[in-house]
């Protein structure tokens, strides 16, 4: 049974707690949270134990959760990994690549387990592609969100356009070769609307749409690859396929196109079976798992420094441009 301790208890932290509750190798000692309002709503309704001092929740448990503003995020892990305790905390890993590279030197040098939350990576629609060979070669992503003022301490590359680059540099197995970007501020001091585009050396292609003041949501994500075309919508947990028929597609749509010269081809559209998972009780859940088995984590503080290198590649990408418009 690992003892865990919730760092931040606001929005996403309540569906931690939620799932913690829920989870069987989990027990939750307590929780830290500067604001009192917040700390006493939680303390009574979750009838958990408010930490005044994070360092002595640390002591107390064998995991830290934590789920406080991205700027906290260092600190809080530093502090944690010192102590020997394993460390879940939320995406972005932190707020600067300097802090993000100290974190895994850090990691490396101790005997503790840390996980991102790239929570994405644990998307039903995600996980229904479990079995499908995935070697996308142009990929084309919307993600869409309305104006909420939380999550604007970062820019939307880091607080939205970053579970892409993470689910992208998971599929993209090679190096990133060149990266176009343009993005504008228009509610806060950092771009909230972005459009990306990261070449790769096997020459893949994505791009990316990120946006935070759109009128609706979206979250999707379009892989091109030499057989088929797979649509994962994030938001409404659907997985579409579709791709030229082979022996193994049985019981699968499917119609023919004439092909140049008087051949055919026979074209199969399916859906794959979409798990009925709950993302944050899986990631959490795996975590425990990796701590308990001693087997790497599904989303490690590499994953989560390479992400953010990539973001902070764009953020400058984008700052270049606009002093030089
Ligand atoms: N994985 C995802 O999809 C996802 C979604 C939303 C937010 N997040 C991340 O989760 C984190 C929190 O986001 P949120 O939307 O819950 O924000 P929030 O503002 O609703 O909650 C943050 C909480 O942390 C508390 N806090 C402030 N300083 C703290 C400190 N030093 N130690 C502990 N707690 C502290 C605040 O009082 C507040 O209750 C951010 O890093 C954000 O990027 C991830």
Same mark, same amino acid.
């Given at each position: 049974m690992l003892k865990v301790g919730v760092f931040g208890v606001g929005h996403l932290g309540k569906f931690h707690l939620n799932n913690w509750k829920e989870i069987k190798s989990a027990e939750l000692v307590g929780f830290y949270d500067p604001n009192d309002d917040i700390a006493r709503e939680v303390a009574e309704k979750y009838q958990l134990p408010r930490f005044l001092d994070a360092e002595r929740l640390m002591e107390a448990c064998d995991l830290v959760d934590i789920i406080a503003p991205t700027p906290f995020h260092f600190s809080l892990c530093e502090k944690a990994i010192r102590k020997g305790r394993h460390v879940f905390v939320e /995406? @972005? %890993?932190?707020? $600067?690549m300097e802090e993000a590279r100290e974190l895994v030197q850090l990691v490396k040098e101790s005997n503790v387990k840390l996980q991102v939350g790239h929570v994405e990576r644990f998307n039903p629609a995600y996980l229904a592609l479990q079995s499908m060979q995935l070697s996308p070669m142009f990929i084309e992503v919307h993600r869409l969100a309305q104006f909420? @003022?939380?999550?604007?301490? &970062?820019?939307v590359i880091l607080d939205l356009m970053i579970h892409d680059i993470d689910i992208i540099l998971s599929l993209v197995r090679s190096e990133v070769k060149n990266i176009s970007a343009s993005g504008v501020a228009v509610m806060t001091e950092t771009p909230d609307i972005a459009s990306v585009r990261i070449e790769f050396n096997n020459g893949c292609v994505a791009n990316l749409t990120s946006s935070r003041i759109s009128m609706k949501k979206m979250r999707k994500m379009r892989l091109f690859q030499k057989d088929a075309y797979i649509g994962i919508d994030f938001l409404n947990k659907k997985t579409e396929i579709i791709k %030229? /028929? $082979?022996?193994?597609? &049985?019981d699968v749509f499917s119609f023919d196109i004439e092909t140049p010269g008087g051949g055919k081809k026979t074209i199969a559209l399916s859906n794959p079976p979409v798990p009925e998972v709950n993302a944050i009780r899986m990631e959490l859940e795996k975590f425990c798992e990796a701590i308990l088995q001693n087997t790497p984590t599904r989303v490690s503080e590499v994953d989560g420094f390479r992400a953010m290198d990539i973001a902070h590649q764009i953020l400058r990408k984008i700052k270049h441009n606009t002093i030089n418009t």
């Open positions: /995406k @972005p %890993l932190a707020n $600067t909420n @003022p939380r999550g604007t301490e &970062v820019s %030229l /028929k $082979t022996p193994q597609d &049985v």
